[in-house]
Structure formats: C-alpha cells, structure tokens
C-alpha cells in the first residue's frame, strides 16, 4: 500500500500530481472509496460528511484553498461507513476494498477512526492490500497512520484509554499548521507537541502532504513544514 497522508486534501497541483503518479493513471480512470468515519465525533459531523459528499467545499470546516477528495473527477467513487462493516457480511465490501484504487479517509477524530477501522476489520486489511493501492488521508485520516498520536490531540476516547493509534508509519503528524482558525496549532504548540512525541514529528500545513512509498518518507509541499526529531 501507498501512502499519501495530508493535512487539508488535495490542495494544491504538486499534491495531486503526487497522488496520480502514486495511481499510475489519470483520477478519471480510477476508483475511489470515501471513508467519513471520523467526522461522526465531531459537532454536526453528519451534515459536515454530507456536504463534503457532495463537493460543497464552501461549507466545509476549513473553506481557505479546500478541496473535498470526492470531487476531483473519480471514475467512480462509493462511500464506506466503518461502523456499519461489523454488523454485516464481508462479502458485501470487502471485495469492493481488495479492488478499489484508492481509499480517502476524511478527518475529525483520530482515535474514533481508529477504533472503528480496528473493529470493521479495516484496520487488519490495510497491510495486506496490494502496492496498486493508494490511501490518501486528511487531517485524522493521516494521523491515524502514526503509532500515536499526543495527548493534545485526545477529543474522543477508547474504551483501552490512551492515544495509541495503528502504527503503519513510524512518525507522527501535527496537521493545519499556523491555520489562521486554528490559534492553538502555531508552531510554537506544535514544537512543544512534538518534543513531547516517542517518535519524530512532521508538522505540516494545509498545503503539504507525505507520501509513503515501501517506507520511504517524501514531502511534497507549496506551503511551510518542519521535521522534529528528539536528540
């Protein structure tokens, strides 16, 4: 699997030359698989999901330079809910995965999504799916990556406690860096964060993103990003 983790989507033309050269094709010849699990945990997080379904970018959260990952041209493009995979049979979506070319994971809350992508089984697929495919993650979706994720950054909790996340990727990510909603995450607050992380930190904004290939770690940036690794 490859991984092209963002901070606020497909925002800019080096981060969406970045996912169709990960592809190997043009988006209109491929499929994709919407995953808004994570907004349910988040004031009005059905409505936000809805709307970003429809490509109704103006509404969403962050408006500045957003693009929603279902309306960039997809050949075709399903919605997978993760709490509905546990009461029903695989065969009704676990084929639709193994084929699908790319997973979008929409952001809100990272330990939420991580719960449900352990208890759908999600979670367990992910290493096993083949190179071909690609997960594009936004804010949580990327976050969801790393081995964990900082106290700051707990909004919902799991029933085990803690912030341990999947652990798919050996660094963390601090995403909307110096987001001019978003006071709290300077870069101040971000270095202290990361001082504060087991493993090195990637603080990145809304116009960069990393991309993960057979464990080599890429930036792809037109905006501003810092590394943070403890001495």
């Known amino acids: 699997m490859k991984f092209l983790l963002t901070s606020g989507g497909i ?3 080096s981060i969406r030359n970045a996912l169709v050269d990960l592809l190997g094709k043009p988006i209109s010849e491929s499929s ?3 995953i808004p699990t994570a907004l349910y945990a988040n004031p009005n997080g059905p409505a936000m999901a809805a709307r970003l379904i429809r490509g109704e970018t103006n509404t969403a959260p962050f408006p500045d330079g957003f693009t929603s990952m279902c309306e960039l041209g997809w050949k075709s493009l ?35 999504l991580c719960y449900w992508m352990r208890q759908s089984g999600l979670a367990d ?19 969801v990556m790393a081995p964990s994720i900082g106290e700051d950054f707990v909004g919902w909790k799991p029933p085990t406690g803690g912030d341990r996340t999947l652990g798919l990727v ?62």
């Open 78 to 112: 399903g919605v997978l809910e993760l709490t509905a995979l546990p009461s029903i049979d695989e065969k009704c979506w676990l084929p639709l995965v193994k084929e699908t070319d790319a997973l979008l994971v929409e952001g809100g809350d990272p330990l939420y």
């Open 170 to 231: 050996d660094f963390a990510m601090c995403p909307h860096l110096d987001h001019h909603d978003m006071p709290d995450n300077s870069m101040a607050n971000a270095e202290k964060w990361a001082a504060g992380m087991p493993v090195p930190a990637y603080l990145i904004d809304d116009q960069t993103a990393i991309q993960v290939v057979d464990g080599v770690v890429d930036v792809i940036s037109e905006g501003h990003w810092k590394l943070f690794t403890q001495e």
């Open 32 to 34: 994709a698989l919407y």
């Open 11 to 13: 925002s800019n033309d």
């Open 125 to 143: 697929l992910l290493p096993e799916l083949g190179r071909e495919t690609v997960y594009v993650g936004l804010s949580a979706g990327s976050m």
